[in-house]
């Protein structure tokens, strides 16, 4: 039996899964957390990766390796190869000032043509142009501009060690790069007039490896054994659809922290509007994708407001009809990218003597948060996504309620794929096709399905609620 692994180094943590190159099925696994934190010294990674290698049980019966990692994330490199400062990862907003001056300087649709994407704060270009107005010293010293694979796919082979830095070594893919706010999903070259525009000046940018390409091998290090084949990873979402075998007519819908959509297409997307994302996927199509700030914590707060565990808010929800009897809630309660209202809060709608009960409000709370995903699913579909079947995962997607109500908003088969790590999954999908040279045939497991039982009430409640500022982003989309 052939060996690979896939590696998702994430925000919280890093995770490995050894599997079996002719069937995808898991054979070990292990993990290491990372610091919290949405600035971290890139070093903590790779020692993260390493106790979750030996956590798993070691790789000297593997053949090949790949790591999908967080997107966006900055990591700047000296001349030497040495980091200059911490990165800065996805979730860091202190360069929403330098995203909106950058929008303004060039024009959404501007950006959207050359990026297929308009720049938010957790995009890699922002963050330089961030460095280059707050830390003037530290980006005249940026040789190299990395993002956190990247950095480590590197260190996998043998670099960023005194003596042995060649940032010429830096590979990326197509996924990754196209997070950056300086690289085109529709030409696939780096646009380095918007580099520079962010940086001040140019810097060498890993090179964008094709996705079943080799990015050189392993050098022995730790846990890490010499001589394995090494993919060229990707970004998370892009590793969850290869990982998920995500398809034509699929959408994903993944929630947890925060939550994305996204699905796979054959042409690129650029939205002006910012609302969806036109990546590049790790297939070499792509992957246009919506991203909204409010996931599973809204059913942790409710939770915590009625005193039940997930369980039972579930329980208490599948008590209560379609629609709450006019309970709604707006569930901003960290505002919100999508639509983007950063400052609003969570509203709770429609209170009276008869709505106001413990099952409407446990059940307003999941008709809340997929509202705000089914104007994600909407979005994609308005750039060109067929929308047949919904696969729900992360943590949230467990709950018994939430397939089954979701099965209510989206109007579309609600399926739940068999509880797993896809984006390591798909990193390890990935080192199985650079090993053999072909793409992999897996078999997805799906545990449940639920074919629409669409109810519109849900939905037309929710968006007669809506601030005319959100109603008029969404209709812009397309």
């Given at each position: 039996m052939s060996l690979v692994c896939g590696i998702d180094s994430s925000t919280q943590s890093c995770k490995v899964l050894v599997v079996d190159t002719a069937t995808g099925t898991v054979v070990r696994e292990g993990r290491a957390r990372h610091p919290?934190?949405?600035?971290?010294?890139?070093r903590h990674w790779w020692d993260a990766l390493q106790?979750?290698?030996a956590d798993a049980g070691g790789l000297d019966d593997v053949a090949a390796v790949s790591v999908a990692g967080q997107q966006h994330g900055m990591v700047a490199l000296d001349a030497d190869g040495e980091v200059v400062r911490p990165a800065l990862l996805w979730n860091d907003t202190r360069s929403a000032p330098q995203a909106a001056a950058m929008v303004a300087e060039l024009g959404a649709e501007a950006w959207a043509r050359r990026t297929g994407s308009v720049p938010v704060a957790s995009f890699t270009g922002t963050k330089l142009r961030w460095l280059a107005e707050h830390e003037p010293g530290n980006a005249a010293r940026v040789a190299a501009v990395a993002l956190p694979h990247d950095w480590?796919?590197?260190r996998l082979l043998g670099h960023g060690e005194p003596g042995r830095a060649s940032l010429d070594a830096l590979v990326t893919d197509r996924s990754d790069a196209s997070g950056t706010a300086y690289w085109s999903p529709a030409t696939g070259d780096w646009d380095r007039?918007?580099?520079?525009a962010s940086l001040g000046h140019d810097a060498v940018l890993p090179r964008v490896l094709g996705p079943s390409e080799r990015a050189g091998t392993t050098r022995s290090a730790g846990a890490v054994p010499d001589g394995l084949v090494v993919g060229p990873g990707s970004g998370d979402n892009a590793g969850a659809a290869l990982g998920l075998l995500l398809g034509p007519g699929e959408v994903a819908v993944s929630i947890g922290t925060s939550t994305t959509v996204f699905a796979s297409t054959e042409q690129p997307v650029a939205d002006a509007t910012g609302t969806v994302a036109g990546f590049a996927d790790a297939t070499g199509a792509f992957l246009p994708l919506v991203c909204t700030l409010n996931g599973a914590r809204v059913l942790d707060t409710v939770a915590t407001l009625l005193g039940v565990d997930h369980d039972g808010l579930g329980e208490l929800a599948l008590a209560a009809e379609a629609g709450c009897g006019?309970?709604?809630?707006q569930p901003w309660f960290e505002g919100e990218r999508t639509p983007n209202l950063p400052e609003a809060t969570a509203t709770l709608f429609g209170m009276t003597l008869a709505s106001t009960t413990r099952p409407r409000l446990a059940r307003a709370a999941f008709e809340g948060l997929l509202?705000?995903?089914?104007?994600g699913v909407e979005?994609?579909?308005?750039?060109?996504?067929?929308?047949r079947r919904v696969l729900a995962i992360g943590g949230a997607a467990r709950s018994r309620a939430l397939p089954r109500i979701a099965a209510e908003v989206f109007d579309s088969t609600v399926e739940l794929p068999a509880p797993g790590e896809y984006v390591a999954l798909g990193a390890a999908f990935q080192a199985a096709w650079v090993l053999t040279g072909e793409r992999p045939r897996w078999d997805r497991s799906v545990t449940e399905s639920h074919p629409s039982q669409h109810q519109p009430v849900i939905r037309r409640q929710y968006r007669d609620r809506l601030p005319e500022a959100a109603r008029e982003q969404l209709g812009r989309i397309g």
């Open positions: 919290d934190g949405s600035e971290v010294d890139p106790a979750a290698v480590l796919t590197w007039e918007l580099l520079q006019g309970l709604v809630l509202c705000g995903l089914a104007d979005a994609v579909q308005r750039v060109g996504v067929e929308a």
